[in-house]
């Protein structure tokens, strides 16, 4: 792929919807493409994160680990982006990604990532707007289920 399919591949994420397409071009050269083979682990579960990543060709499974188990969430395929947290802080993973087929991906650093968010003020604070979105809507979906889960234990002693 070229450095503007990329860019545009980049825009299509919703946390880089807003962003000048120049600064994506940025970052799609100077991120790093990685390949891996069927059952390689892009990102880990519970790893600190330090990359994003940038699906460009093929699968990956995506799992998470509980009381042992391994529970498979679904499949993420060309331009999903994993690990968007990592590029502004040091959170751990909180799946794990293993590539299902070959597959090759553009592996964006945080490093990478802050200098251009301190370079252009601007393409920061878009991407931190949508982060924060997406934010609250996860802890809305959260409230949300906790509510139905509220309700059902009452149900049970019935």
């Not at 946390?15 to 000048?20: H, L």
């Not at 940038?54 to 690990?83: C, K, M, Q, S, Y």
């Not at 794990?96 to 945080?110: D, K, V």
């Not at 301190?118 to 809507?137: I, N, Q, W």
């Amino acid at each position: 792929m070229s450095v503007r399919a990329d860019a545009e591949t980049l825009r299509g994420i919703p946390i880089f919807a807003e962003c000048d397409p120049v600064h994506l071009q940025l970052i799609a050269f100077a991120s790093e493409r990685q390949q891996f083979k069927a059952g390689e682990a892009l990102i880990v579960q519970g790893q600190a994160g330090t990359y994003s990543f940038l699906i460009l060709n093929g699968d990956a499974d995506l799992i998470v680990e509980r009381n042992g188990h391994e529970d498979f969430l679904g499949t993420a395929g060309p331009g999903a982006f994993l690990g968007e947290v990592a590029m502004i802080g040091s959170v751990p993973y909180s799946v794990t990604a293993r590539a299902r087929t070959a597959l090759s991906a553009a592996r964006i650093s945080r490093n990478l990532f802050m200098r251009v968010a301190e370079e252009y003020p601007d393409f920061g604070k878009a991407v931190f707007r949508a982060l924060g979105g997406k934010l609250d809507g996860s802890i809305s979906d959260l409230l949300s289920a906790q509510v139905l889960l509220d309700r059902a234990k009452s149900f049970t002693s019935l």
